[in-house]
């Protein structure tokens, strides 16, 4: 295995052939013998990093090339996960944009990732321009991202947290400033629970989430399956492909999924692939791994506006296009 030094002494003549590294705690490395178009590459650039793939399948700009190298390779044995990264990151939108119009005027994104066209904050802005939006991520690289691209006014912060310690983040001293968690607020889980393993217990996670939110608040969760036919052996294999490195992941069943929403009432149309939740259009026919729901916290009527915001500002724009 080669780590940084070697990498940087060997310059530009690396020969074809990676794979996904074991490391308990790093990012996914490079191989000895990978062929990569990167002389003299900053630190971070040598190592794969989960949300630069990510990004790299969404079609971002903030990845190198050791990442997209990693995303075609997983890419190759699973064809569907540039769709299924896309219809995730649709229904994200879908759902912010359903939220803030429903009142919802504070978001808590767990896991939210490298920062990408329309944004949350972004997204919620549209229909609400005072939506207050606290991104958390465990990941120095999206952290750095973040400060500089999201917290970028008074109503947008970006927190330090682990999902796996759900009280750090909700008694963060930043987080609780910014937001006001006696009222209702949305909590996003989007494409990061997979990253928990069962010993983590992210039905926990959400439960600890679920006791300190207001009546009303929300809950929005997505999650890799473990695929439809045709698709399980190209999962499984993405999954051993990564089982060691920096991001291993656990597709849950449709089943499962429902689980994390336990103490929430399922908004229509419950727990589906993400691309038919609530979609604007026509979807692509393939159901792509990746299933997603809204929960609501039952205990309130409707959610009340934050004071200053009129109901005119809060649902005049029509649904962004996914
Ligand atoms: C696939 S990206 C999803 C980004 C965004 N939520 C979306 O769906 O577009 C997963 C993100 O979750 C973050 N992540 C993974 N495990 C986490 C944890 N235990 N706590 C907080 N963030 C985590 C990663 O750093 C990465 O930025």
């Given at each position: 295995m080669l780590v940084l030094d070697d990498l940087r002494g060997e310059g530009r003549e690396w020969r074809q052939s990676m794979s996904v590294s074991t490391e308990a705690?790093?990012?996914?490395?490079?191989?000895?013998?990978?062929?990569?178009?990167?002389?003299?590459?900053?630190?971070?650039?040598?190592?794969?990093?989960?949300?630069?793939?990510?990004?790299?399948?969404?079609?971002?700009?903030?990845?190198?090339?050791?990442?997209?190298?990693?995303?075609?390779?997983?890419?190759?044995?699973?064809?569907?996960?540039?769709?299924?990264?896309r219809a995730n990151r649709a229904f994200l939108r879908r759902a912010v944009t359903y939220l803030v119009r429903i009142g919802v005027d504070q978001f808590i994104d767990v896991g939210s990732g490298l920062p990408t066209v329309r944004n949350v904050h972004e997204v919620a802005r549209r229909v609400n321009p005072t939506a207050r939006?606290?991104?958390?991520?465990?990941?120095?690289v999206v952290l750095a991202h973040a400060r500089a691209l999201l917290a970028t006014d008074e109503h947008t912060i970006v927190v330090e947290g682990d999902?796996?310690?759900?009280?750090?983040?909700?008694?963060?001293?930043?987080?609780?400033?910014?937001?006001?968690l006696s009222r209702p607020v949305a909590v996003l889980f989007v494409?990061?629970?997979?990253?928990?393993?069962?010993?983590?217990?992210?039905?926990?996670?959400?439960?600890?989430f679920r006791r300190a939110m207001a009546p009303g608040s929300h809950v929005v969760i997505s999650h890799v399956t473990p695929g439809e036919p045709g698709q399980e052996s190209g999962m499984a294999q993405a999954v051993g492909l990564c089982a060691s490195g920096a991001a291993?992941?656990?597709?849950?069943?449709?089943?499962?999924?429902?689980?994390?929403?336990?103490?929430?009432?399922?908004?229509?149309?419950?727990?589906?692939?993400?691309?038919?939740?609530?979609p604007h259009g026509p979807q692509a026919r393939t159901v792509l791994p990746i299933i997603a729901g809204v929960g609501r916290l039952h205990g309130a009527g409707a959610t009340p506006p934050r004071r200053g915001i009129s109901s005119r500002r809060r649902c005049t724009v029509t649904d962004p296009p996914t």
């Open positions: 705690n790093g990012g996914m490395r490079l191989e000895r013998g990978m062929r990569c178009p990167v002389s003299s590459p900053p630190e971070d650039s040598v190592r794969a990093n989960p949300a630069r793939v990510y990004d790299a399948w969404l079609g971002g700009k903030n990845h190198y090339a050791v990442d997209r190298i990693v995303a075609d390779r997983i890419a190759a044995v699973t064809p569907f996960v540039v769709a299924g990264a939006v606290a991104y958390v991520d465990l990941d120095p999902a796996r310690n759900p009280r750090a983040i909700l008694t963060d001293p930043a987080l609780t400033a910014h937001l006001d494409a990061v629970l997979h990253f928990l393993t069962d010993t983590d217990d992210p039905g926990a996670v959400v439960d600890a291993p992941f656990t597709p849950r069943t449709r089943a499962q999924v429902r689980q994390l929403f336990t103490g929430f009432e399922l908004v229509d149309p419950g727990v589906v692939p993400a691309q038919r939740w609530r």
